[in-house]
C-alpha cells in the first residue's frame, strides 16, 4: 500500500512564527486531507486537498498531486496550534502519516 | 459535517476482561470506520464497518479479538476482547461524508 511520510517529526516553534509541514507520498495522492489533533486526543479535520492550494485564515495548504507531495504552512503561530499534524490519503480507508508534533512557546 | 459521539471516552479496564466502544452519527451514512491509536504513534485503521454485512478487517486484526456490529446506518460498536496492557491505545471511529473523513472524540482506554 501507499506509504506516507512527514517532515519535520517534531518542530518548536515561537509564537508568532511560520512553519511549513511536508507530506510525501510512494503512489499517487487520493482524497488527501490534513488533520490536527489536539492535546485531549481529538481529530480536526483542517483541509481536504486532493490538488492545489486552499487556504483557511492563518492555514494553508497545497497539493501537488503530480509530484506526490503536499505542504500545510501555519503563519503566525499561536500556542493553541499545538498538538500533532497528520495527513492522511486513500479513497474511504486512510493510510495515515506519522505526524509531525508541533509545539508552540508563548 | 457529521458529528460523532463515542462512549466511554474513557475507561481503565483490568487484562482478560472485554470492553464495548459505541459510535454514533448524527447522520444515515454507508460505512463507519473503526482506527487504533497506541500511545504516540500514528492512526491504523482496524476495520470497516458495513450494515448488513461483516466488517472488512484490516491485516493484523482478527474478528475473534475485535467484534464489531453494525445495526444500523447510524450506530455502530467495536468489543476489544481478552485486553492485555498492549490494547492500551485510543480507539476512533470515523465516517464518510463527501469524500471528507471526519472522527468522534475517541476513546482512551488503559488496560491494567
Known amino acids: 500500500g501507499i506509504q506516507v511520510e512527514q517532515s519535520p517529526p517534531d518542530l518548536i516553534l515561537q509564537e508568532g512564527a511560520n512553519s511549513t509541514l511536508r507530506c510525501n507520498f510512494s503512489?499517487?495522492?487520493?482524497?488527501l486531507q490534513w488533520f490536527h489533533q489536539n492535546p485531549w486526543g481529538q481529530l480536526i479535520n483542517l483541509f481536504y486537498?486532493?490538488?492545489g492550494t486552499k487556504q483557511n485564515g492563518r492555514l494553508s495548504a497545497t497539493t501537488v498531486a503530480t509530484e506526490r507531495y503536499s505542504l500545510l504552512y501555519i503563519s503566525s503561530s499561536q500556542t493553541t496550534d499545538s498538538g500533532v499534524y497528520f495527513c492522511?490519503?486513500?479513497?474511504?480507508?486512510?493510510?495515515f502519516g506519522k505526524g509531525t508534533m508541533l509545539l508552540v512557546s508563548p | 459535517s457529521a458529528v460523532i459521539s463515542q462512549k466511554p471516552s474513557r475507561d481503565i479496564c483490568q487484562r482478560g476482561t472485554s470492553l464495548t466502544i459505541q459510535c454514533q452519527v448524527d447522520?444515515?451514512?454507508?460505512?463507519m470506520f473503526w482506527y487504533r491509536q497506541q500511545p504516540g504513534q500514528s492512526l491504523t485503521l482496524i476495520a470497516t464497518?458495513?450494515?448488513?454485512?461483516?466488517?472488512?478487517?484490516e491485516s493484523g486484526f482478527v474478528i475473534d479479538k475485535f467484534p464489531i456490529s453494525r445495526p444500523n446506518l447510524t450506530f455502530s460498536t467495536l468489543t476489544v476482547s481478552n485486553m492485555s496492557p498492549e490494547d492500551s491505545s485510543i480507539y476512533l471511529c470515523?465516517?464518510?461524508?463527501?469524500?471528507?473523513?471526519?472522527f468522534g472524540p475517541g476513546t482512551r482506554l488503559t488496560v491494567t
Open positions: 464497518a458495513n450494515q448488513g454485512s461483516e466488517a472488512t478487517y
Open positions: 486537498i486532493p490538488s
Open positions: 470515523s465516517v464518510e461524508q463527501e469524500y471528507e473523513q471526519y
Open positions: 492522511a490519503s486513500g479513497y474511504s480507508t486512510l493510510t
Open positions: 503512489d499517487s495522492v487520493n482524497n
Open positions: 447522520s444515515q451514512v454507508t460505512m
